[in-house]
């Protein structure tokens, strides 16, 4: 069965530090998601892309995250200069099409940690 | 904007019972509703979903339905085995939108 994929599994890096996490959504999907869970706290979702554009972003997405589809099957979401608080783990997400953009399927996640 | 909020927040049965958890939401206009799984070290898996034109959906051991009216969803599994113990999360959206309100998680426990 198709799934969304993510990598590294675990990133630690120094605050202030640039890091890129990576996605592989399902291959025939359309939408695509980044949700961060930041620990014992709920799911927030970050911010949704389609058509190589942002469609929605949260207030949490602000000018520190991009995200971009850098060839025909990458998702990725960059965080410019890291802060304690990014400490989370962060899904990413895809949805099939248009009219079933509300069906989402989570990667494993990626958990950030910043020192 | 969406407030989900999801009862209890532990929950642990044994093995054959049945489990139970509750999600209240805040917005009139959502209406979709699913329910993930997440086992550790993996992302949140969909195990069922339910639109606000539904009132009960069952697949096998698992069922969940809708109060509109009262604006509160449940997630009901049945003959609990061991490897339904996980976090469960109930979440609730628009059709075509793309803000997922999550609720806060349920970890259950299903005690052999």
């Known amino acids: 069965e198709p799934e969304v994929t993510q990598t590294p599994s675990h990133q630690v890096t120094q605050m202030g530090q640039e890091v890129i996490l990576r996605c592989v959504p399902i291959?025939?999907?359309?939408?695509f998601y980044w949700y961060r869970q930041i620990l014992g706290q709920k799911v927030e979702f970050l911010v949704s892309f389609y058509n190589n554009e942002i469609s929605e972003k949260s207030e949490i997405f602000d000018d520190q995250f991009s995200v971009e589809r850098p060839d025909g099957s990458n998702f990725t979401l960059k965080i410019r200069s890291t802060k304690l608080e990014d400490s989370a783990m962060y899904f990413c997400a895809s949805s099939e099409r248009a009219f079933r953009r509300e069906t989402q399927y989570f990667g494993p996640g990626t958990r950030l940690l910043v020192l | 904007g969406e407030n989900v909020e999801q009862h209890p927040s532990t929950l642990s049965v044994q093995e054959g019972d049945s489990a139970v958890i509750k999600c209240t939401y805040s917005d009139s206009a959502s209406n979709y509703f699913p329910w993930y799984k997440q086992e550790l070290g993996k992302g949140p898996q969909l195990i069922i979903d339910?639109?606000?034109?539904?009132g009960e959906k069952k697949d096998q051991r698992i069922a969940v339905t809708l109060n509109k009216t009262a604006k509160h969803f449940s997630l009901h599994i049945t003959e609990t085995q061991p490897e339904d113990s996980a976090v469960y999360f109930c979440a609730a959206t628009q059709y075509n939108n793309n803000d997922m309100r999550f609720g806060a998680g349920t970890r259950l426990t299903v005690k052999p």
């Open positions: 291959s025939n999907h359309l939408y």
């Open positions: 339910i639109r606000s034109n539904v």
